[in-house]
C-alpha cells in the first residue's frame, strides 16, 4: 500500500545488471541479496535500470518481497533487444519503478533508440504533487545521448511542478574533474583502442560532457551531488574479477530549483558494477 509522506523524502537509482532474476554463473549478488539491500536504501521511490530480465512482473521472482515493502511496482521493457547486442547477458530488459509514495499519474515517454522514460506524479507531502521521472540512456554513443537528452528536457519542461530526473544516464560531466579530464587525454584516448576497447572507448565517449551540459542548460535541473562523485566500478558482469573501486560518475540524481538536496549518499558495493545512489529532499 502506498503512503503519503509528511516530511523529507528519500529517491535513490541503482542499477542493478538485471539482477532481480535469477543469475546463472556468476559468484555475485543474485535476487535475495539484491532485496536485502533495496530493503536498506529505505527508498520513498526507487528508479531501477536494468532490474530484471523476467516478460512481466507477474513472473518477477521477487515480485512479493518488494511489495511487502509497501513499494508499488510498474515495469517498463526496454525498446531494444538485448540479445542482439554483442555481450547482452539477457534478451530482454526492464527497467524498474517502485514507490511507497501515493501515484497519481503514470505515463512514459519514448526518448529514442529503444528507450523510454518513465514518469510518475505522486504526492511528496499532503496535497503536494512531485514528478519523478526515471531514465536510462544509451551506453555506446554520445550523439545518441544528446538526441535522448533533447527529447528528455521537453518532458521535463512541460510541467511546472517540482521534478527529479534520475537514473543511469551512462554520461559524466565535461568540466575539470579527474575523471572526465583524465579520460579525455590524448594517450587515454591512444590506449582505449588497445586496452580492453569494448569497455574503455565507452567510457572515453561519456567523458565528452555534450549530454549533461545540454540537460543542465535545457532546463533548471542540477546534480544532487556537486562533488560529481564516482559511481561505477569495473567489477561488471564476465568481469567480476576486475576490483571494485569506483571511477566514473554515470548515475545521476537531477533536482529541479524548487527542491532541497538535504543530503546526498553512495551504498558500498551490493553486488552489482552501479553503486545505489540515493537523496533526502524537502520541497523550498
Known amino acids: ?30 535476487p535475495l541479496r539484491i532485496i536485502e539491500s533495496i530493503r536498506k536504501l529505505d527508498a520513498d521511490v526507487l528508479i531501477l535500470p ?13 515480485r512479493d518481497e518488494l511489495a511487502a515493502m509497501g ?25 524498474l519503478l517502485l514507490s511507497r509514495l501515493a501515484i497519481h499519474g503514470l505515463e ?28 536510462h540512456l544509451d551506453d555506446r ?16 519542461c512541460r510541467s511546472p511542478l517540482p521534478t527529479v530526473v534520475m537514473g543511469d544516464f551512462n554520461a559524466m560531466h565535461g568540466e575539470d574533474i579527474w575523471p572526465s579530464k583524465f579520460l579525455r587525454t590524448q594517450l587515454v584516448r591512444t590506449l582505449a583502442h588497445v586496452v580492453m576497447p569494448d569497455i574503455s572507448l565507452r567510457a572515453v565517449n561519456m567523458a565528452r560532457g555534450e549530454a549533461l551540459s545540454l540537460l543542465e542548460s535545457a532546463t533548471d535541473l542540477v ?6 562523485q564516482p559511481t561505477t566500478t569495473p567489477k561488471m558482469r564476465g568481469r567480476e574479477w576486475m576490483p571494485s573501486i569506483r571511477l566514473m560518475q554515470i548515475d545521476h540524481i537531477f533536482t529541479s530549483s524548487n527542491l532541497t538536496v538535504e543530503d ?7 553486488g552489482a558494477d552501479h553503486r545505489a545512489i540515493s537523496a533526502r529532499l524537502s520541497l523550498e
Open 1 to 30: 500500500m502506498t503512503n503519503i509522506n509528511h516530511g523529507p523524502i528519500q529517491v535513490a537509482s541503482w542499477n542493478i545488471e538485471g539482477r532481480l532474476s535469477p543469475v546463472n554463473g556468476t559468484d555475485r549478488r543474485g
Open 50 to 62: 536494468e532490474a530484471h530480465s523476467e516478460v512481466s512482473l507477474e513472473t518477477l521472482p521477487c
Open 71 to 95: 513499494y508499488e511496482l510498474h515495469s517498463i521493457p526496454y525498446g531494444e533487444e538485448f540479445a542482439e547486442r554483442p555481450g547482452a547477458y539477457a534478451p530482454r530488459l526492464s527497467l
Open 108 to 135: 512514459t515517454a519514448p526518448l529514442g533508440d529503444g528507450r523510454t522514460a518513465v514518469i510518475a506524479t505522486v504526492e511528496s507531502v499532503p496535497g503536494q504533487l512531485l514528478r519523478i521521472i526515471g531514465v
Open 141 to 156: 554513443s554520445e550523439e545518441t545521448r544528446v538526441a535522448q537528452v533533447r527529447a528528455l528536457a521537453l518532458v521535463v
Open 223 to 228: 546534480d544532487a551531488d556537486p562533488r560529481h
Open 264 to 270: 546526498f549518499s553512495i551504498a558500498p558495493d551490493n
